[in-house]
């Protein structure tokens, strides 16, 4: 893999090309090269999901000086979501670099979007071992705060059980309940599967990197499979 590629889209050159390559190693990959010397991007995600954060929480907290900590905190999950973050790393192309086993090459759906969500914060953990805060935050600001100003004009920020419920109650006269349906991957870095129910219609199902994060998504996708979006 010419990792130097992924440098000069970005104009991006890491001093320490073992971390760059590591960013985009998926562990499905080592288990299927077991020679390779080097770890999985678990840890570097760990790391960027910390910094993407902060970088995300200082930047709203000067934009909006007016606004309280739910409208921030809401702005902020928005941004750093599944989806979102899984849309800017294939705009940047990192779908054509990652590693993985010739299993979890073929799937192309859900479980890609999650790959890719998780390689952006491990590319910005690895940026920020490589070249510091700073560094990290110029990505970061380039590639995923310019979409701050849709995603609060659009209303994208909204809670989705809210509205979903609202809806719900409205149309059908029906209470959303949400149930896990399943739990994968590590304790540092489990991923949930979540469905909403109407009864027992199955209206929507969601993942994410929390309980409540797949209840969102569940939520919108109910949404969005009711037209009620």
């Given at each position: 893999m010419?990792?130097?590629?992924?440098?000069e889209k970005?104009n991006?050159?890491?001093?320490?090309?073992?971390?760059?390559?590591?960013?985009?190693?998926?562990?499905?990959y080592?288990?299927?090269?077991?020679?390779?010397?080097?770890?999985h991007?678990?840890?570097l995600?760990?790391?960027?999901?910390?910094?993407?954060?902060?970088?995300?929480t200082?930047?709203?907290?000067?934009?909006?000086?007016?606004?309280?900590?739910?409208?921030?905190?809401s702005?902020?999950?928005?941004l750093?979501?599944?989806?979102?973050?899984?849309?800017?790393?294939?705009?940047?192309?990192?779908?054509?670099?990652?590693?993985?086993?010739?299993?979890?090459a073929?799937?192309?759906?859900?479980?890609?979007?999650?790959?890719?969500a998780?390689?952006?914060?491990?590319?910005?953990?690895?940026?920020?071992?490589?070249?510091g805060?700073?560094?990290?935050?110029?990505f970061?600001?380039?590639?995923l705060?310019?979409?701050?100003?849709?995603?609060?004009?659009?209303?994208?920020?909204?809670?989705?059980?809210?509205r979903?419920?609202?809806?719900?109650q409205?149309?059908?006269?029906?209470?959303?309940?949400?149930?896990?349906?399943?739990?994968?991957?590590?304790d540092?870095?489990?991923?949930?599967?979540?469905?909403v129910?109407?009864?027992?219609?199955?209206?929507?199902?969601?993942?994410?990197?929390?309980?409540?994060?797949?209840?969102?998504?569940a939520?919108?996708?109910?949404?969005?499979?009711?037209g009620?979006?």
């Open positions: 010419e990792f130097s590629k992924f440098e970005l991006i050159t890491f001093k320490n090309k073992d971390l760059l390559m590591q960013a985009f190693l998926h562990r499905s080592l288990n299927e090269n077991k020679g390779l010397k080097m770890n991007n678990e840890r995600e760990f790391l960027g999901d910390a910094v993407l954060e902060l970088v995300v200082e930047f709203l907290y000067a934009k909006y000086p007016k606004k309280p900590e739910g409208d921030l905190t702005y902020r999950a928005a750093v979501n599944t989806i979102t973050l899984s849309n800017v790393a294939g705009d940047l192309g990192m779908n054509d670099f990652l590693l993985l086993s010739k299993g979890e073929k799937d192309t759906g859900r479980a890609r979007q999650y790959i890719l998780n390689t952006f914060e491990s590319f910005v953990g690895a940026l920020y071992l490589d070249g805060y700073e560094n990290a935050k110029d970061i600001a380039k590639n705060l310019p979409l701050t100003d849709e995603i609060v004009e659009k209303g994208l920020w909204q809670d989705a059980k809210s979903f419920q609202e809806v719900a409205e149309k059908m006269s029906i209470t959303p309940q949400y149930k896990t349906v399943q739990e994968v991957g590590p540092h870095a489990k991923n949930f599967v979540v469905g129910y109407l009864g027992d219609e199955k209206a929507g199902e969601g993942e994410g990197k929390s309980k409540q994060e797949a209840e969102q998504a939520a919108q996708n109910a949404l969005d499979a009711k009620w979006a």
